[in-house]
Structure formats: C-alpha cells, structure tokens
C-alpha cells in the first residue's frame, strides 16, 4: 500500500478525522499508523491500565518516551515483582506522571515510601481502599520520610482517601501536611466520628489514632479553605449539626460537594449549607433519605450557579420546589431517579416560564412511575435539541406517544434509556399512530397490564407508509450513542430492523424481548458495526445461526450478554473466539447447552477477555473470572 509510505505527519492528520475507537483501531494496522497515532495531539489526558506482571516492566520504560500521562496499576501486593514495577515506575515515569491508583493493592508502606519522592508533577494520588498502608498507624511517621513526600507531592492537588477502615486522625494529618494546596479531597466511605467516639466512649476529640474525627477534618478545612474546592463525604454518618459547621468554616468555597447516602442529613442542614456555599456548581444529595422538597426550595433560592444536581432516591421529595429549580440558568444535569412522587408537572410549569431558566443536557427520571406522556411531551419541547442524556426507565404509564415526541423534538440525543417502559410497541419506533389508539397524550396508567393485551401487528401496508415518513421514527436521532430498550417486551422483529440503524451506537440492550429473533440481531450488525456492548439476555429466539452471521461484523464488540438464551450453544463460543478478539465480557449463565470445557478453550484463544460468566451452563454451578494478566500489556506494546 502507497499510504504505508506517507510521512508520519500526513498520517497523523488523516487520522486526526476519526474518532477515538477507529484510531485506535487503525494503530494496529502497521507500526508507521501506530506511531502516527502517538502524535501529542491525540495523548492528552491519557491514562494507563494493566496488571503487575514480569511483562508489565518492559511497557513502563516503553511509556517514557511518551509524553505525560497516568497510571492504573492493578494488584500490587509485597511481593519482589510489586516492589519492581514501583521502582521502574519512579526511574522511567516519575517526572512525568499526572495520575496514579492502584485499586485492589495490598501495597506495603516501604514500596509506597520508595515511589513517592519519584512523582514530582502528580496532580492526583487515588488510595482507595488501599488499607494495607494505614493499618499499622506507622505510615508517614518519620520526619525524614514526610519531607520527601512533601517536596514530592507540594502541588498535588486531588487526593482520594476513600473507603479506608484504618484511616485516622495521627496518618490523616501525616499525609496532608505533605499536600499544602488540595483542590478535591475524597472521604467517601471512611469512619469518621462526627459526634461520638465509640472508641473511647465519650464525646469526639481530636488526634484519635483509631478514627478520623470532625475536629480534625475541621482543622484541616479551616488551613486549606484557600485553595479546596471539591469534598466527598458520602456514604459516611455525618450528622446535621457536622454539615453546618463544615459549611460555615471561615474562608471555605466549595464548588463540588458529595453527600451521597448520608442519612442523616435534615432539611434545616442543608439550608444552612446553601446559605453558606453558594458558590457550589455540583451537589449530589442521592440517597439522602431526609430530605423534602425544602430542600429542593433552599437550593433553588441560593445556589445560582449550580450545574450538576442528584437527588437520585430521596422519597421524601415531591413536585414542590421543582418549578423554581428550573429557573437556575446554569443547571445542565438533573437527577430525579426513584423520586417516587414526582410527575413531571413541576419541570414543565418552570421550564415554560420566561428566561432565564435552565439549559438541561442530562435528565433522569428513572422509576418516577407518575411521570405521563403528557409531561414528556411538553418536556420534549422544551428541552430541545440542548438535552444530550435521557433516562425513563422504568416509566410505565409511558406509551408509543412519548416515543414520537422524542424522536421529532430531542434530535441531539445521545443516550436514551427506555428499558421496562413496557407498553412502547412498534408503532412508537417506527413514528406510526396504531389505528386502535388515539392520538392525544395520556397520564392514566392502562386499563390493562401488558400481558393481557398486544398492540395490532404492522402490516407490510403500513411499513410502506413508514419508508414515506420516517422522520417522524427513532431514526430521526442520528447520533444516538446509548441505547436501551430491555424489556419492552411488544417490540418486534419488525421495529428493530427498520428502525435501529444508527452508525455511531456504542450501546445497545434488547434483553428480555422474546418477540425479537435472528433477524434482528443480523439487521443489528449490518446497521450499528460500532457496537461495543451488546445485550441480548433472555431473548430466547437468538440462536448460533444468528450469531454466525452477526458477529463477524461487530469488529469492536467488547462486552456480549447472552444470559438465558437457550438456544445458543457451544458453536457459538467457536464464532465469538474466531471474530471478537477485542471481548472483555462475555455472560452466558443459564445457557444450558454450553459445556465448561468450551469455555476453557474460549478463554485461551481471546487475549483481552477478563471476564466470563457462565453459571449453570450445562447445568453445573461455577462463575470463571479470569484476568489476563500478561496478555494486555503485550499487546500495548506491540509496536514500541
């Protein structure tokens, strides 16, 4: 091929065209694409991922002659191997390395000690979970030793300590004295006593060597409030009158807070926060189980510069206060999720309102079963072309009406979840009114549960109508990226053919539609050859000879979920290890005519798959796990 020969400049301009996952891709053809695909423009924020392992040393040095980048070192443990790669880490990459985690390590306070003075230009140190090093309570406690990590880590500016049983005030303040100018601080997780220290039985102090206490985190927020602007707190027992004394910390602007889980937060709380950090953009309260539409009110009143809201499954919140959250001019993400007594009425009377109001690209409204197709359909409309991400999961009382209204007004939809949205038929896909159903948007749930009632069939008449007017179809959302229709259990062969043929599809779920059949799947393949994740679990007419002829031309799938399919058997083990070398995830539980020793034979011929689910095939009882320690970095490598 002449273009083998082109200067490596030119190459890297035409590959500057594609997206992502076809560059990489086209990296593989030859060593001249790959090192064109190494060009600076195409490495900025890049992040490295693989296991210890003897081959794993050969990539880290290879990666010095890159530019900056991060790293996500699996499994480190004591052992010599461990010890190695830290070593090899700090000699090759330490000056030019921006990220490091090392999740699921047991790493040893020596090896971490040994690495840390290395990493000169860190921005951010992730030590999740990572309780081997606090444990002993000795991590740190040389002078010598926090010098050196101080010089080390003096810009360092995101630290993640969450889900750390053995962190305590002494190791706490060890570790920040040597991070003057924190940005992000996580604690999610962590035991923190806010009120009461169970290990001594009295009232919370400061300098525990047991636990964290508030006076401490106080301590370290009152010498830091200059510079911190994010704090994650979730999932631990802080108390009402903690929130308001973090909030009312002297100097303190936060922009991004987490309080995911905290249970015991109360409405007057978080008045109190809102009045005091007004400057906050992202606030996550989800699964903050206090909370009432107050709250919603407080921040709606105070935060003008919120961006990014959660209240994913707080109960207590109702339609009140919505109406005055959509007239925050900066709110681009809304989660409602499981807000079980909102209907949507609210948003639309606040987005209907003269501006300013808010500019929503994300919106959630999984399992909030009052929401209507009268809702979406003005919701539609007002939201436009600006919403990006939109999840009805689980919005049962939504039917082929709210289908149309968000194929003709939400043309820049990315991600669209409708899974279990169960009277969506194939007249709402194809954009065609079932002549059996009126035409007005509803909110009374149906009559009828699906099981006792099926939409009329679409003739070969009305498929010729449709061609005529597809605008009107799911079609019309040209860059869809996400898409789940599991369990919409009225779709068809004849919907999915027509209507899924979008180019740019990443995603895709049709579990548990037992209509659907190898025509789909094939029309599936031919139509959206970007698949990455493909869900087809409890979909009982997907066979092998689909398979057969789908599968060869999903070049970049990745993750294939086949649970429960019980026509598929070991044959198409033997197609998925010919053309899917690219599969990380494979499920195939309960797929009774597939044998374990196949699956054995599978996982020795794909060099990324990581992880294989198959209980009770063949009707034994077994989960294969399988990380492919070696394989991965090899094949990283295979063009320095």
């Known amino acids: 091929m002449e273009g083998l020969h082109l200067p490596i400049e030119i190459i890297s301009y035409i590959l500057s065209y594609l997206h992502v996952t076809d560059r990489k891709e086209a990296s593989l053809v030859c060593k001249s694409w790959y090192e064109a695909s190494q060009d600076n423009r195409f490495q900025k924020n890049v992040t490295f991922k693989f296991p210890v392992s003897p081959s794993s040393l050969d990539f880290i040095r290879a990666l010095a002659r890159r530019p900056r980048c991060g790293l996500i070192i699996l499994h480190l443990d004591g052992s010599s191997l461990s010890r190695q790669v830290l070593v090899e880490v700090g000699t090759h990459l330490g000056p030019f390395l921006d990220t490091l985690a090392l999740p699921g390590s047991s790493i040893t306070e020596s090896s971490l000690l040994g690495l840390l003075p290395h990493l000169t230009s860190l921005h951010k140190l992730d030590l999740q ?207 409602l999720s499981e807000c079980l007594h909102v209907s949507g009425a609210d948003l639309v009377k606040g987005l209907s309102a003269p501006q300013p109001r808010a500019q929503l690209k994300i919106l959630s409204l999984r399992n909030c079963t009052y929401i209507g197709d009268s809702v979406i359909y003005s919701l539609t409309q007002l939201l436009g072309s600006n919403l990006r991400e939109l999840d009805l999961t689980s919005c049962i009382c939504l039917t082929d009406l709210s289908v149309h209204a968000i194929a003709t007004y939400l043309p820049g939809l990315v991600v669209l979840r409708l899974g279990w949205c169960k009277e969506i038929s194939d007249w709402g896909l194809l954009g065609m009114v079932e002549p059996t159903k009126h035409c007005e948007p509803r909110d009374k749930e149906p009559h009828s549960l699906p099981f006792q009632e099926k939409p009329q069939l679409v003739t070969d008449k009305d498929l010729g109508a449709f061609t005529e007017q597809a605008g009107a179809s799911l079609l019309a959302i040209r860059d869809l990226q996400k898409l789940d229709l599991s369990a919409c259990s009225k779709l068809t062969d004849t919907s999915i053919t027509q209507v899924l043929r979008f180019p740019e599809l990443r995603h895709l779920s049709l579990s548990m539609l037992p209509e659907i059949s190898d025509e789909s799947l094939v029309s599936v393949a031919y139509h959206c050859r970007s698949l990455t994740s493909l869900a087809l679990s409890h979909c009982p007419q997907i066979s092998d000879q689909g398979m057969v002829r789908a599968l060869p031309l999903l070049h970049r799938l990745q993750h294939l979920y086949l649970a429960c399919c019980n026509a598929i058997t070991n044959e198409t083990l033997s197609i998925i290890a010919l053309h899917c070398d690219r599969l990380r995830t494979l499920d195939i539980s309960m797929c009774k005519d597939i044998t374990v020793h196949q699956v054995d034979h599978l996982q020795s011929r794909l060099p990324f798959l990581e992880k294989v689910q198959c209980r009770f095939v063949n009707g034994a009882d077994g989960t294969i796990n399988n990380i492919c320690n070696t394989r991965n970095v090899n094949h990283l490598k295979k063009y320095n």
């Not at 004295?177 to 996580?186: D, T």
């Not at 903690?242 to 995911?260: F, H, K, N, T």
């Open 129 to 335: 979970g990572l309780d081997s090093l606090f444990m002993s309570g000795a991590f740190l406690s040389r002078e010598e030793h926090r010098q050196q990590v101080h010089h080390a880590l003096r810009n360092l500016e995101e630290l993640d300590l969450s889900d750390l049983r053995y962190l305590s005030d002494l190791s706490f303040n060890r570790l920040t004295s040597c991070v003057p100018r924190l940005r992000q601080l996580a604690l999610a997780g962590c035991h923190i006593a806010f009120e009461f220290d169970p290990y001594r039985g009295c009232p919370v102090g400061s300098g525990s060597s047991a636990l964290v206490s508030l006076r401490n985190l106080l301590s370290l927020l009152q010498k830091q409030a200059s510079t911190l602007r994010s704090l994650d707190l979730s999932r631990t027992s802080i108390t009402p009158e903690s929130l308001r004394s973090i909030a009312q910390v002297p100097g303190l602007r936060l922009e991004e807070l987490s309080l995911r889980g905290c249970k015991e937060l109360t409405d007057y709380a978080m008045e109190v926060l809102c009045t005091h950090q007004n400057a906050l953009k992202m606030l996550d309260l989800s699964a903050c189980t206090e909370l009432s539409s107050r709250t919603v009110l407080a921040v709606a009143t105070k935060l003008k510069e919120l961006n990014s809201l959660s209240l994913s499954q707080d109960c207590k919140i109702m339609n009140k206060g919505l109406a005055e959250l959509m007239a925050l001019p900066c709110l681009s993400t809304l989660d």
